[in-house]
């Protein structure tokens, strides 16, 4: 990244490149708070139509194509503003939140809880993801340490459901 300070993305930002649209995930991830919560937030709500409209081969398909797209934007967007994984890049929490939805079986408590363990392990980011979010620093690494979270995430949920 460039040693120059930083640009704070604003909608005229974004509106410049496609890389930039999708990597701020359509805007929610212009919001001054939590742009991670809230574009895992706008993941959920995009991905209910989504979930009606395709079967789940189509939105693991969708998710893979999202996954190499998510690593050209946000590896491009993360160049532009200067920061290797800025807050505002939230196409990464997308991707692998639709992947979690796309796995997690049961209704709204189910998403409830993936989303509330997604959260944290992208927040908390416990090891390896912490290792990998600080070594991989290209849009493979900004999109890769979701991808774990979503794992961690799934991982729980599966413990949960077989000790239940």
């Known amino acids: 990244m460039s040693d120059a ?5 604003d909608w005229a930002f974004m509106r410049g490149r ?7 995930g359509f805007g929610s991830g212009l919001s001054p708070i939590a742009p991670g919560t809230v574009g895992t937030l706008w993941a959920w ?6 979930a009606s409209w395709l079967s789940p081969p189509a939105l693991l398909a969708l998710c893979a194509v999202g996954f190499g ?4 934007a946000c590896g491009r967007t993360a160049e532009a503003l ?3 994984d800025h807050g505002a890049i939230v196409w990464d929490e997308v991707i692998a939140f639709w992947l979690v939805l796309t796995l997690v079986p049961g209704g709204f408590v189910a998403q409830l809880m993936a989303f509330a363990l997604f959260r944290l392990f992208d927040i908390v980011k416990p ?5 990998f979010d600080a070594t991989i620093k290209n849009g493979f690494g900004v999109m ?3 991808l774990l979270a979503a ?3 799934l991982l729980v949920i599966a413990l949960w459901r077989t000790l239940t």
Not at 5 to 9: D, E, K, L, S
Not at 18 to 24: G, K, P, Y
Not at 45 to 50: D, G, S, T
């Open 5 to 9: 300070a930083p640009i704070r993305p």
């Open 144 to 146: 890769f340490d979701d």
């Open 18 to 24: 496609l890389s930039r649209v999708v990597a701020l």
């Open 151 to 153: 794992f961690y995430t």
């Open 82 to 84: 200067g920061v290797a």
């Open 45 to 50: 709500i995009v991905w209910q139509p989504l």
């Open 127 to 131: 090891p390896p993801i912490r290792y």
């Open 69 to 72: 797209v998510g690593i050209w």
